[in-house]
Every structure is written in structure tokens, then in C-alpha cells.
T-cell receptor, first 113, second 112 residues
Framework: NAGVTQTPKFQVLKTGQSMTLQCAQD?????MSWYRQDPGMGLRLIHY???????DQGEVPNGYNVSRSTTEDFPLRLLSAAPSQTSVYFC????????????FGPGTRLTVL | GENVEQHPSTLSVQEGDSAVIKCTYS??????FPWYKQELGKGPQLIID?????GEKKDQRIAVTLNKTAKHFSLHITETQPEDSAVYFC???????????FGTGTSLTVIP
């Protein structure tokens, strides 16, 4: 099993550009989530999904969109990038959320100029 | 929403000594408390977790304690080794819920 994979590893954008961060898992997990990690602020939940076709907002959802058309994939879209979105982004998955262990991907480092 | 505070932000210990990291939470509905270890350039990895119906849980050199009344929980690492050097995060969730709130992290350095 590859676990949770994320692409790209690094990305530089200009303000106003759009892009999609990809996340995939091969563990047949129902729950998937996106976090951003900023220095001194820990990890903050952006969006999460409890299954295909079901998504919900986390703690910091503004400026990000998600969709979940398959169990395996959970892409994160930035429609109009802003410098405040410079961060490291982690995707995670678990069997069904709640008390289950979350498995994190290796992260995407995004810089918005 | 939930607010999780974590202390200290940095911690240096001699190899073989113990390390303790403390977290507090604000929402009395939180009842699941996982701890994650993040090595440089990698994603966080679960090392131990505890539910609110348990006061203490141990796994080899790692233990977690929970005080529901005071709303705080702690990670204890005994006989520290250089490979324990990493950033550690606590988190809280209302079990059965799907939102996790993380502390700000503790950078642990174990000096050989």
C-alpha cells in the first residue's frame, strides 16, 4: 500500500492564480481531511469528508474548495491564491473519523508570491 | 470551538532522561486525545491516544495521562533516545465527531 499520497511536493504561485492540490489514499478509508500547518500554529483543519459526495468545513475553510467524487481522492482547490495561503498542506485519512487513527501524507509546501 | 494549548514549545533533555509535554483543552465535550510525532520533512504520525473514560495509557516508553476535571492531558516519554527528537502535537476531538483541534507543537531535542 502506498498509504496517503500528495502531489505536488512543492509549488510556487503568484497571487490570484488557481491550483489544485491532489490527495489520494489506497486504504479504502471513508474519512479524509485537509490541514494547513503554519509556524507556531500547529495544524488547522480546512475541510473534511466522511465519504464520497459528502464534505464539510473545518476550522479555516475560507479560500479553499473541496469535492469528493471517489473514495480514493480528495483534491483541495485554491481558486484565487493569496499570500496568506502560503503554508504546508497535509492530507489525512482514517477508516471512519472519530476515534480512528489518522494517516497523514507527506505534505505539499505552497508559496504564494 | 475547541482551544488546545500546548507547553513547552521547545524541550531539550539528555539521553536517558524523561520528557513531559502538557496540553489543556477548553471544550468539555472533547473526549478523544491523540498525540502525534512529526519528523523533519514528514507528515505527523500517531504515537498514542486516550479516550476520556481512561485516566492513563501506556505503550512501552510512552504514556499519556488525562485529567478531565482540570481539562488537561500530558505525554510522558521515559528513557529518551536521540530518535525521539521530533515535533510532538497533541490534539482533541469530540469522539465520534470529525473535527480535530491541534496544539501548537513541542520541538523535542534529545542530546546524546
Amino acid at each position: 500500500n502506498a498509504g496517503v499520497t500528495q502531489t505536488p511536493k512543492f509549488q510556487v504561485l503568484k497571487t490570484g492564480q488557481s491550483m489544485t492540490l491532489q490527495c489520494a489514499q489506497d486504504m479504502n478509508h471513508e474519512y479524509m481531511s485537509w490541514y494547513r500547518q503554519d509556524p507556531g500554529m500547529g495544524l488547522r483543519l480546512i475541510h473534511y469528508s466522511v465519504g464520497a459526495g459528502i464534505t464539510d468545513q473545518g476550522e479555516v475553510p475560507n479560500g479553499y474548495n473541496v469535492s469528493r467524487s471517489t473514495t480514493e481522492d480528495f483534491p483541495l482547490r485554491l481558486l484565487s491564491a493569496a499570500p496568506s495561503q502560503t503554508s504546508v498542506y497535509f492530507c489525512a485519512s482514517s477508516y471512519s473519523g472519530g476515534y480512528n487513527e489518522q494517516f497523514f501524507g507527506p505534505g505539499t509546501r505552497l508559496t504564494v508570491l | 470551538g475547541e482551544n488546545v494549548e500546548q507547553h513547552p514549545s521547545t524541550l531539550s533533555v539528555q539521553e536517558g532522561d524523561s520528557a513531559v509535554i502538557k496540553c489543556t483543552y477548553s471544550d468539555s465535550a472533547s473526549n478523544y486525545f491523540p498525540w502525534y510525532k512529526q519528523e523533519l520533512g514528514k507528515g505527523p504520525q500517531l504515537i498514542i491516544d486516550i479516550r476520556s473514560n481512561v485516566g492513563e495509557k501506556k505503550d512501552q516508553r510512552i504514556a499519556v495521562t488525562l485529567n478531565k476535571t482540570a481539562k488537561h492531558f500530558s505525554l510522558h516519554i521515559t528513557e529518551t533516545q536521540p530518535e525521539d527528537s521530533a515535533v510532538y502535537f497533541c490534539a482533541a476531538s469530540a469522539g465520534g465527531g470529525n473535527q480535530f483541534y491541534f496544539g501548537t507543537g513541542t520541538s523535542l531535542t534529545v542530546i546524546p
